[in-house]
């Protein structure tokens, strides 16, 4: 016993100890050129409230169900939905990178939607990628409003759907318009609000049980869930907004 | 032997240990060749399938010990409370947060256990003081995770990775807040009991 305190204290004796001036310096001035980015959050309460629902919800509804859907659906399967919605939601895309006058990108997803759709079966496998180099570009409405210089307004978390702001709201509310769905069921006298959230919520329990060690990963890689899962959404907003 | 000479032998053994473990690592000669090397390290220990799930962690423990810098991650998560922390603090605190760190870091690793690293881009920035190293993982599905690191260019040590962002979320960022509000209500006690709490999460 006396030898492992010995021990840890020459341990920490010996640990070095660099200068702090330079490197502070060097990493206020990063900091200052990429700012901790920062979302109004005047719903907290409520928000932390609903974020237990949802973790409740994914702890003891959507895990067990994910767990037994990995174990009976082949991983190519689950992939291949996932290439389907993306193939088939694809307008969305290409409508938003039209919106935010990138040509290129425009024409590279109509050429997977091409391609996917044919070679692809249906776009069931995503064949664009391998033959030609291009892949997803994953723009929508809500990217389109970032880059228009829109904000966030507020962040939410509502139950069954997990981080958002505002701003996503409206942008999901305008990808709906660019979604097949919304006009082949309303044509054909069906509510499509039924079929439209029915594939969001295959398309995201799919994507869960594809990463399902990451969202069971939640409570030991963060101090505190609320924070890391808004923090978290917040970057990637960012990253996707600057792309 | 007598007791006295037994427990100078006891003392020197423990400091000789210790040095042994503290000396500075073999200077980097650059930021992109010290990624490279410690990326195409740790992704052959993970391809070992004669390795067994222990010695895979020791040996990639080494590698992140070596590769990141423990004091400057803590200052990079930390930011301005780490100034309000005893010299002690500072070490522990490095300490235990490497050590997170390095679980944080096992766990994702054994996710992309039979990937290909590729250095995207390597940029030196403040008269060659920082650098950012951006690199890509390939994944068994073809799809690429960017990773990318951020290095200071440690006087004597050459350089180090003090953050990294994983798929646009950065370390620090996503830690600082957290962390801040740890200390505004614990104060330095406060984020010891944290830290180790998630530790033994893993």
């Known amino acids: 016993m006396k ?5 840890t204290f020459f341990t920490l004796l010996t640990f070095p100890v660099y200068s702090e001036d330079e490197f502070s310096d060097l990493l206020s001035e990063e900091l200052e050129k990429e700012p901790v980015p920062e979302i109004a959050d005047p719903l907290k309460p409520m928000n932390e409230v609903f974020f237990a629902i949802n973790e409740y919800g994914f702890k003891f509804i959507l895990k067990p169900v994910a767990i037994v859907y990995n174990f009976v659906t082949p991983r190519f399967v689950q992939r291949g939905i996932d290439n389907s919605i993306y193939n088939f939601h694809s307008p969305i895309p290409i409508a938003n990178s039209l919106f935010q006058a990138n040509l290129s990108d425009a024409g590279k997803e109509t050429s997977r939607l091409l391609v996917n759709s044919t070679i692809g079966l249906a776009g069931f496998i995503d064949v664009a990628d391998p033959l030609l180099g291009y892949k997803r570009t994953n723009r929508d409405t809500d990217q389109t409003l970032g880059k228009a210089g829109f904000g966030w307004g507020i962040y939410g978390h509502p139950p069954l759907y997990g981080p958002g702001s505002i701003r996503e709201v409206f942008g999901v509310g305008a990808d709906t318009f660019f979604k097949p769905t919304t006009y082949i069921f309303w044509s054909s006298g069906v509510i499509s609000l039924y079929y439209t959230l029915g ?15 990451l969202y069971d990963n939640l409570y030991r890689d963060s101090f505190d869930p609320y924070d890391y899962v808004k923090s978290a959404y917040i970057q990637n907003n960012l990253k996707k907004t600057e792309r | 032997m007598n007791i006295k000479h037994q427990r100078k032998k006891i003392m020197t053994l423990v400091i000789a240990v210790s040095l042994l473990l503290q000396s500075p690592v073999e200077a980097q000669a650059n930021p992109k060749d010290t990624i490279e090397k410690a990326g195409s390290q740790i992704i052959s220990i993970l391809k070992n399938k004669s390795l067994k799930k222990t010695a895979k962690k020791e040996r990639i423990s080494k590698i992140f010990y070596e590769t990141f810098s423990r004091q400057r991650m803590a200052q ?7 100034k309000k922390l005893t010299d002690l603090q500072k070490k522990e605190f490095a300490k235990l947060f490497a050590r997170f760190i390095l679980e944080f870091y096992l766990d994702k690793m054994e996710l992309y256990n039979n990937n290909k690293l590729i250095i995207r881009e390597a940029v030196e ?7 950012l190293v951006k690199t890509g993982i390939t994944l068994p599905n073809g799809n690429i995770a960017e990773i990318d690191y951020s290095l200071y260019n440690e006087p004597s040590v050459g350089w180090q990775v003090y953050d990294f962002e994983i798929e646009g979320v950065r370390m620090s960022t996503t830690y600082y807040s957290q962390l801040a509000s740890i200390y505004k209500k614990g104060k330095y006690e406060g984020l010891k009991k944290e830290l180790k709490r998630l530790i033994k999460l893993y």
């Open chain 2, 76 to 82: 990079a998560a930390l930011r301005s409370n780490y």
């Open chain 2, 125 to 131: 920035k403040r008269k060659g003081k920082i650098a």
């Open chain 1, 199 to 213: 594939i969001y919520a295959m398309k995201n329990f799919n994507s869960i049980a594809m990463n399902l060690e």
């Open chain 1, 3 to 7: 030898f492992i305190s010995y021990f």
